[in-house]
């Protein structure tokens, strides 16, 4: 695999340093790290006071879960399970147990190690939208969504460096049965794209399948997959207080076979979760850490992250809304209780907006600011959001993918050392000159400052006689152009039947039924 895929290299090289037939600039392929200490919004005694709530939740309140597997593997190991009504109550002793078994850090290798993800520590991810039942572009406009826009949108998750993994299902294909479209998915995934993804975790099926056609593209079997995982999952709890049957079972299925799972509570405050955010905090911390609990009862040592998804509504009317300053705290205050519990955090920057303007910009930024001085190690749904995650959305994916290049960017540290100070440059230019001339700059001009993609710095004459594009319309140029310069990761001909066949027999198998 790896010789194969060093002419893609070459030509992401030329692409990088805009001097070949590609000419949309983008950031080389890296593993990016946070360099800077996180940011603390809440005290040590106001973390545990969260923290004392969120035991004082589960050890009287309980969790609903929905699973007859599940409550046999909580009363097993010692929890209140009341059958009839499906509670299950935990004490601390529980929690502090299973955290004993996790990992604070872990990685997911796709079909190309090249592309492998670090998940903990200072480093961070940025992945596609996932999950949305509609696609937009401008030229199109808004529709259901559909396998081929599903592909056009994988082939520009390849395409840009920036998109470390692929979330599950960018928009979903409704033309395809629903019971086994997932299929249709994932070998999308693995055809187009070299990356890791996310699988659905709706059942077990669902998520064995994942399990199974990664293992077939990397060419390992189920238990050297569990060793070494290259898929995940998200688990949406339920909020409030509750695990339906399908979501447990496919977060046991994905710890069972050693994949990743981020146990992720909605709690949308003043909706799933009290109004005030310390109470929605509490809520979430509880429910993520009963899915933590849950991962290491099936496999001690199964690779979770704590997930936080914590928002508020618009109090007039109930609609979900993001970005705004209490979601931007959330992300920062979760990533401190994610580092409280030794756990890799999954974040979320989003937007309500219906459309690729300025107001949904505005929101993902300011809800990305929370996600990275949170320190997410995972920043889920980056690329394309839009309408409140009811929409992929092709503009919004290019202003993203601009949004993400210039964070990475930012988290480069600055160097201090002899060349970078410029002494002697600063001594050869007289008072009232200027540096554009100096040996100094023209050793450097070229990679000085970042190159924005999708930004316009022409002046407004100049910028008028180019057509007077705003940033909507030339992002419609840029995704256009980048699906003319893909290039499809190759795929031993063996591995692509070998897929073929796993999803014709799926299919089959399936049928009218759930898989």
């Not at 990016?32 to 940011?39: D, G, L, Q």
């Not at 010692?78 to 502090?96: F, K, L, Q, T, Y």
């Not at 081929?148 to 994988?154: I, K, S």
Request: charged share 20%; with cysteine.
């Amino acid at each position: 695999m790896p010789a194969m895929n060093e002419p893609r290299r070459k030509r992401g090289a030329e692409r990088t340093s805009n001097r070949g037939p590609a000419p949309i600039p983008q950031l080389p392929t890296r593993r990016v790290t946070n360099p800077y200490p996180p940011m603390a919004l809440l005290a040590p005694d106001q973390i545990d006071a969260i923290h004392q709530a969120s035991m004082h939740i589960l050890e009287n309140f309980g969790i609903e879960v929905m699973s007859p597997r599940a409550l046999s593997l909580f009363e097993r190991a010692g929890a209140v399970v009341d059958h009839a009504s499906a509670n299950v109550r935990i004490d601390r002793g529980m929690v502090d147990e299973a955290l004993k078994t996790t990992r604070s850090s872990y990685t997911l290798t796709p079909r190309n190690p090249a592309n492998t993800i670090h998940l903990g520590g200072n480093t961070i991810n940025f992945t596609l939208v996932a999950g949305p039942p509609n696609v937009h572009d401008m030229e199109r406009g808004r529709r259901a969504g559909n396998l081929r826009d599903y592909a056009d949108l994988t082939r520009l998750a390849q395409h840009f460096n920036c998109v470390h993994m692929l979330g599950n299902q960018v928009c979903a294909p409704v033309e395809l049965p629903a019971n086994s479209r997932h299929l249709d998915t994932y070998f999308t995934n693995l055809t187009l794209t070299d990356k890791s993804f996310h699988v659905s975790a709706i059942g077990r099926g669902r998520a064995l399948d994942g399990v199974e056609m990664m293992a077939i593209a990397r060419g390992l079997t189920l238990d050297q997959l569990r060793d070494d995982p290259g898929i995940a999952t998200i688990i949406s709890v339920n909020s409030p207080r509750r695990f339906d049957e399908m979501m447990a079972e496919g977060l046991m299925t994905m710890a069972e076979f050693g994949q990743s799972v981020a146990v992720t509570p909605f709690t949308l405050m003043g909706a799933m979760s009290p109004v005030t955010l310390a109470g929605a905090l509490a809520q979430q911390n509880a429910e993520a850490l009963f899915g933590v609990v849950l991962t290491q009862l099936v496999r001690p040592g199964a690779p979770v992250m704590y997930g936080a998804f914590t928002s508020n509504v618009d109090m007039k009317s109930g609609a979900p809304a993001f970005g705004t300053p209490e979601n931007t705290k959330a992300n920062i205050a979760s990533g401190q209780l994610a580092r409280r519990y030794g756990l890799p955090y999954r974040t979320t920057p989003g937007s309500a907006s219906n459309v690729a303007d300025a107001q949904g910009a505005y929101e993902t930024l300011m809800a990305l600011w929370g996600a990275v001085l949170g320190h997410g190690n995972l920043v889920y749904h980056a690329a394309g959001w839009q309408e409140g995650g009811l929409t992929a959305s092709f503009e919004k994916l290019i202003i993203d993918v601009e949004m993400i290049q210039h964070m990475m960017e930012f988290l480069r540290p600055i160097v201090v050392d002899e060349a970078e100070l410029a002494v002697e440059a600063l001594g050869a230019v007289p008072t009232g000159g200027h540096f554009f001339g100096e040996p100094h700059t023209l050793e450097r001009y070229a990679t000085a400052f970042y190159q924005p993609m999708l930004s316009n710095w022409q002046n407004f004459e100049a910028w008028q006689e180019a057509g007077g594009l705003d940033t909507t319309a030339r992002a419609t140029r840029l995704w256009k152009k980048a699906l003319e310069d893909y290039v499809e990761p190759a795929m031993d001909i063996a591995v692509r039947e070998a897929l073929e066949a796993y999803v014709a027999r799926r299919k089959e198998a399936i049928g009218q039924g759930e898989p």
